[in-house]
């Protein structure tokens, strides 16, 4: 009998992140005795082996048509992933599986231990893709390495978030929260746990914490938590704050975060809506506020 075969494409992921649904997906039709094939990208021409099912996973809307052109060439295609269709989800047998990281070769775990946001901001899909916070999976359930990736839109609101800090520090695990974190939730037990996490950027390589400071009404409420993180025994050259520009500040109000954070100590990382470029975004990306004014930037 011919071993069945599935092609997995992921359209867009950008390079050091691995798609999850595909792991996913990958995992499963394993178990079932598939052989499963991964590409990335969307190319002009179909595969050359004819394969019983494929599925295209598009994280940017912007490659949507590429990919139901590319997923007309393809047999018993599926599409999906929040470039494509925000309300699809997988089935609850392959959300719950332990994903299959050899399909993208990498040494740590990756997981949601919740799904959803308790906010409810103008600017992000979350809540439309996920609806409310709520819990989704223990660690355990995709812990696989000694170090873990967690995807989850607001760890801190999570229902499980104080026991799963308990957790990633009683079992040494190195962490990332990749998402942010959110600052207006940290308090001092917060700030304490989190200081006693081996709390890493996304390559594990660097120590850091991600936070936002998205909007000038919760300005007060960074700065104290900055204090109590640091206070807690965090090294404010371990935050970084991804800055929101071009949805509800000016200009002014986006250089005086900007230089705020830097006087504390702090990087900043300016997040333009939807995507895109401008001056100030490579000026502060290219970490050119260190050392002048953005006025002498003649880029």
Not at 47 to 69: G, M, T
Not at 83 to 88: E, I, M, S, V
Not at 177 to 191: K, M, P, Y
Request: charged content about 25%.
């Amino acid at each position: 009998m011919t071993e069945r075969t599935v092609l997995l494409v992921d359209a867009d992921s950008k390079e050091g992140f691995p798609n999850l649904a595909l792991m996913k997906l990958s995992a499963w039709y394993k178990k079932e005795g598939w052989e499963v094939d991964l590409i990335h990208g969307l190319p002009m021409a179909p595969p050359l082996h004819l394969y019983d099912k494929s599925y295209i996973s598009v994280i940017f809307f912007q490659n949507k048509e590429r990919a139901l052109d590319y997923g007309l060439m393809l047999p018993n295609c599926e599409i999906g992933g929040s470039g494509y269709d925000l309300t699809k989800i997988l089935p609850d047998e392959i959300e719950h599986i332990m994903p299959d990281y050899s399909l993208y070769d990498i040494d740590y775990s990756i997981g949601f231990t919740s799904r959803g946001c308790l906010r409810k901001c103008g600017f992000c899909v979350v809540p439309k893709k996920e609806g409310d916070i709520r819990d989704n999976a223990p660690i355990t359930e995709f812990l696989a390495h000694d170090k873990v990736m967690l995807l989850d839109n607001n760890f801190l609101a999570s229902p499980r978030g104080k026991q799963n800090l308990d957790f990633l520090i009683i079992n040494d695990l190195k962490v990332n929260f990749n998402q942010g974190l959110d600052i207006r939730l940290v308090d001092t037990e917060l700030a304490t746990l989190l200081a006693s996490t081996k709390y890493y950027s996304w390559n594990f390589k660097t120590r850091g914490l991600h936070f936002a400071f998205d909007d000038m009404r919760y300005e007060n409420e960074v700065w104290q938590g900055i204090d109590l993180l640091e206070n807690a025994g965090v090294n404010p050259k371990h935050l970084m704050f991804y800055v929101l520009i071009g949805y509800n500040t000016t200009e002014e109000q986006d250089l005086h975060r900007i230089y705020s954070l830097k006087d504390r100590g702090v990087k900043p990382f300016v997040m333009p809506y939807n995507q895109t470029k401008n001056r100030l975004t490579r000026f502060v990306n290219g970490r050119y506020y260190e050392f002048m004014k953005l006025e002498d930037y003649k880029y």
